[in-house]
């Protein structure tokens, strides 16, 4: 019985490294393994994780998550997760890692997660050691690209742990981003736990948190390479290929068939390729600093010259076929042949060719000079190989944009959006040259506000996807655009001036965490009815102003003052909805300028639903 004990209690000590784990096990979303029920707390993540591969159970069907993990096999989940490109036979940092199963995994995690691998400032990596809370929380929080929030992270969530003392004070500002943003909420008896070691449910479970944050192969933070326009059939012996590679983060890198091409800070590129006789391929590789990597094929083919010379001399003589059968009465007898084409054709019409035209009145219809033409303008076909992208570019410090040739913008990456100038004032959207192509936006989860002007005087935008991490829309963001609806978000605070001013807006669901509408957000839109969130407490100057096709207002018991010319030119205006009484309206300070509202029929206690 002690022995048959002491077996069973050595099981995780004796569990195989990660590496060895039954790679052919199957990995599926409905993956039951013998020791993780369905009831078990961390079944989901560890079903995702699985998923994805990211975790492999062993041969006797277990996943064994209350063992804990080393910081090579932590290695090992973090490249394989975020899709880093692995070296067969990397160059060895660490002292310790030389002749360690993991060694290729350390290297590639080592640019993107440098304070796991160095955490205490060794030279050494201590691969066998029980990875931590802390360091698996700081090694997220800069994978997910929230490190530069921690220069002035509010430390003072940390204080809801009773144990904060435990958190290397370096690690506090990862840790409290970590805590802000939702990743980590604490173990049930209230502390952090920092310096504890993480099982493999735990470990999968920050995982599987991370992943619906954006982090991982999910993301869209992917390097994309675009192409300008290249001859794809040349009779010359060399081909130009230039384009630009987006986002152009730090530590980006681009190859072409394992060759090194340079990159400007723009992330341009031009390269100039070797052509063989016949169909060339090349293969053009970006790499970002995250090790995520994006390939694109190029075909070129080197045409035989000949084509192009050959046809030409063939029309200039084929009109002459007068001359070949009868070449001497053709010169010099014309008069004698008369009686044949003058009755015919009239020679005076087309004296030398009516004769040849007329027994063969296909050539004459469709001479041959036209298909003869063609070779020498296709001499050179030039096509666009990236019929998708069309313009990229950076509008944040840590945000990309890309616009798609059928219209679609994407907007990726984390943070805030930049702030523009309004249309005809230096400083606009860096896509404002080309505002008229834009038809729908996706602004992708990470991003937390959307810019001033951003989107102003895009006319031809109708659709807009918000994600929930958007917590701010800025100053005439939408003004004058061609939207007709939006959804916003529900961590949406606040709605800047004129943001949606003159714009095509007939809808617009607005949430009762905003308690900040600017003055004009809504002047001159084609609004027809809309409720106030419950908590607002200002209708701002001229928020409705010239809203004709206004015909009812729900109007919350918060409201306390409402602007001037907030309702101003507003005709249609019959139903106002206010959720107090006669009594409380009446402590509502109006200004001037709106006798459409107070003229409107008027529903005390009542939300319009």
């Given at each position: 019985l002690a022995l048959c004990l002491s077996l069973g209690?050595?099981?995780?000590?004796?569990?195989?490294?990660?590496?060895?784990?039954?790679?052919?096990?199957?990995?599926?979303?409905?993956?039951?393994?013998?020791?993780?029920?369905?009831?078990h707390w961390a079944f989901q993540s560890i079903a995702t994780c699985s998923?994805?591969?990211?975790?492999?159970?062993?041969?006797?069907?277990?996943?064994?998550?209350?063992?804990?993990?080393?910081?090579?096999?932590?290695?090992?989940?973090?490249?394989?997760?975020?899709?880093?490109?692995?070296?067969?036979?990397?160059?060895?940092?660490?002292?310790?890692?030389?002749?360690?199963?993991?060694?290729?995994?350390?290297?590639?995690?080592?640019?993107?997660?440098?304070?796991v691998a160095n955490l205490q400032g060794t030279a050494s990596f201590r691969p066998t050691q029980t990875i931590t809370r802390e360091e698996t929380i700081y090694?997220?929080?800069?994978?997910?690209?929230?490190?530069?929030?921690?220069?002035?992270?509010?430390?003072?969530?940390?204080?809801?742990?009773?144990?904060t003392s435990s958190i290397s004070v370096g690690v506090k500002p990862y840790m409290a981003v970590a805590v802000?943003?939702?990743?980590?909420?604490?173990?049930?008896?209230?502390?952090?736990?920092?310096?504890?070691?993480?099982?493999?449910?735990?470990?999968?479970?920050?995982?599987?948190?991370?992943?619906?944050?954006?982090?991982?192969?999910?993301?869209?933070?992917?390097?994309?390479?675009?192409?300008?326009?290249?001859s794809a059939e040349t009779t010359q012996t060399t081909a130009t290929l230039s384009g630009k590679?987006?986002?152009?983060?730090?530590?980006?890198?681009?190859?072409?068939?394992?060759?090194?091409?340079?990159?400007?800070?723009?992330?341009?590129?031009?390269?100039?390729?070797?052509?063989?006789?016949?169909?060339?391929?090349?293969?053009?590789?970006?790499v970002n600093g995250y090790g995520v990597k994006t390939s694109k094929t190029v075909t070129v083919k080197r045409a035989d010259p000949e084509p192009s010379q050959t046809p030409t001399p063939a029309p200039t003589r084929q009109p002459e076929p007068s001359q070949t059968p009868e070449p001497s009465p053709s010169q010099t007898a014309k008069p004698s042949k008369e009686p044949?084409?003058?009755?015919?054709?009239?020679?005076?019409?087309?004296?030398?060719?009516?004769?040849?035209?007329?027994?063969?009145?296909?050539?004459?219809?469709?001479?041959?000079?036209?298909?003869?033409?063609?070779?020498e303008q296709k001499e050179d076909e030039w096509i666009d190989p990236d019929p998708t992208a069309v313009k990229s570019g950076q509008c944040g410090a840590d945000l990309y944009w890309i616009l798609y040739d059928n219209g679609e913008m994407?907007?990726?990456?984390?943070?805030?959006?930049?702030?523009?100038?309004?249309?005809?004032?230096?400083?606009?959207a860096p896509w404002s040259n080309c505002r008229d192509q834009i038809h729908s936006v996706t602004i992708e989860s990470g991003v937390t506000s959307v810019g001033d002007s951003v989107f102003d005087h895009c006319e031809k935008l109708t659709k807009v996807t918000l994600p929930s991490s958007i917590k701010s829309i800025g100053s005439n963001a939408f003004s004058s655009s061609g939207l007709t609806s939006i959804d916003i978000p529900t961590r949406v605070t606040s709605i800047g001036d004129y943001a949606f001013s003159s714009s095509n807006l007939t809808f617009i669901d607005l949430p009762d965490n905003v308690t900040n509408i600017g003055t004009g957000a809504f002047w001159y839109s084609r609004?027809?009815?809309?409720?106030?969130?419950?908590?607002?407490?200002?209708?701002?100057?001229?928020?409705?102003?010239?809203?004709?096709?206004?015909?009812?207002?729900?109007?919350?018991?918060?409201?306390?003052?409402?602007?001037?010319?907030?309702?101003?030119?507003?005709?249609?205006?019959?139903?106002?909805?206010?959720?107090?009484?006669?009594?409380?309206?009446?402590?509502?300070?109006?200004?001037?300028?709106?006798?459409?509202?107070?003229?409107?029929?008027?529903?005390?206690?009542?939300?319009?639903?």
């Amino acid at each position: 019985l002690a022995l048959c004990l002491s077996l069973g209690l050595a099981v995780p000590a004796l569990a195989l490294a990660y590496g060895e784990e039954y790679i052919g096990y199957d990995s599926s979303a409905s993956q039951q393994y013998r020791d993780v029920p369905e009831d078990h707390w961390a079944f989901q993540s560890i079903a995702t994780c699985s998923q994805r591969t990211w975790f492999n159970g062993y041969p006797d069907g277990t996943f064994r998550p209350e063992g804990l993990i080393t910081r090579e096999e932590a290695a090992k989940v973090f490249a394989v997760a975020m899709g880093l490109e692995i070296e067969e036979d990397p160059e060895v940092t660490y002292t310790d890692t030389a002749d360690n199963w993991a060694r290729a995994y350390i290297e590639a995690v080592k640019p993107l997660f440098p304070n796991v691998a160095n955490l205490q400032g060794t030279a050494s990596f201590r691969p066998t050691q029980t990875i931590t809370r802390e360091e698996t929380i700081y090694a997220l929080v800069v994978a997910w690209r929230y490190a530069s929030k921690a220069t002035n992270a509010d430390l003072s969530v940390l204080n809801m742990f009773s144990d904060t003392s435990s958190i290397s004070v370096g690690v506090k500002p990862y840790m409290a981003v970590a805590v802000s943003e939702g990743l980590v909420s604490g173990l049930p008896d209230g502390t952090i736990a920092a310096q504890k070691g993480l099982t493999r449910a735990e470990f999968a479970t920050l995982l599987a948190r991370a992943l619906s944050h954006g982090y991982g192969p999910d993301s869209t933070e992917a390097p994309a390479i675009s192409l300008e326009r290249y001859s794809a059939e040349t009779t010359q012996t060399t081909a130009t290929l230039s384009g630009k590679v987006s986002p152009m983060a730090s530590g980006t890198k681009l190859t072409l068939d394992g060759r090194s091409v340079t990159l400007d800070k723009s992330g341009a590129f031009s390269v100039k390729v070797e052509l063989q006789k016949g169909s060339n391929s090349f293969t053009l590789t970006a790499v970002n600093g995250y090790g995520v990597k994006t390939s694109k094929t190029v075909t070129v083919k080197r045409a035989d010259p000949e084509p192009s010379q050959t046809p030409t001399p063939a029309p200039t003589r084929q009109p002459e076929p007068s001359q070949t059968p009868e070449p001497s009465p053709s010169q010099t007898a014309k008069p004698s042949k008369e009686p044949e084409p003058s009755q015919e054709p009239e020679p005076s019409k087309d004296p030398e060719p009516a004769p040849s035209q007329e027994p063969k009145p296909t050539p004459s219809q469709d001479p041959k000079p036209s298909p003869s033409q063609e070779p020498e303008q296709k001499e050179d076909e030039w096509i666009d190989p990236d019929p998708t992208a069309v313009k990229s570019g950076q509008c944040g410090a840590d945000l990309y944009w890309i616009l798609y040739d059928n219209g679609e913008m994407v907007i990726s990456g984390n943070g805030l959006m930049e702030n523009y100038s309004p249309l005809g004032y230096a400083g606009q959207a860096p896509w404002s040259n080309c505002r008229d192509q834009i038809h729908s936006v996706t602004i992708e989860s990470g991003v937390t506000s959307v810019g001033d002007s951003v989107f102003d005087h895009c006319e031809k935008l109708t659709k807009v996807t918000l994600p929930s991490s958007i917590k701010s829309i800025g100053s005439n963001a939408f003004s004058s655009s061609g939207l007709t609806s939006i959804d916003i978000p529900t961590r949406v605070t606040s709605i800047g001036d004129y943001a949606f001013s003159s714009s095509n807006l007939t809808f617009i669901d607005l949430p009762d965490n905003v308690t900040n509408i600017g003055t004009g957000a809504f002047w001159y839109s084609r609004l027809a009815r809309i409720t106030l969130p419950a908590g607002l407490e200002s209708i701002s100057n001229s928020m409705f102003g010239g809203c004709t096709n206004l015909t009812w207002i729900a109007i919350p018991e918060s409201a306390t003052a409402i602007g001037d010319r907030a309702f101003y030119n507003c005709p249609s205006l019959a139903d106002v909805y206010y959720a107090g009484d006669a009594q409380s309206w009446a402590y509502i300070s109006i200004a001037n300028d709106n006798d459409d509202l107070t003229d409107a029929t008027f529903h005390f206690n009542s939300t319009g639903k």
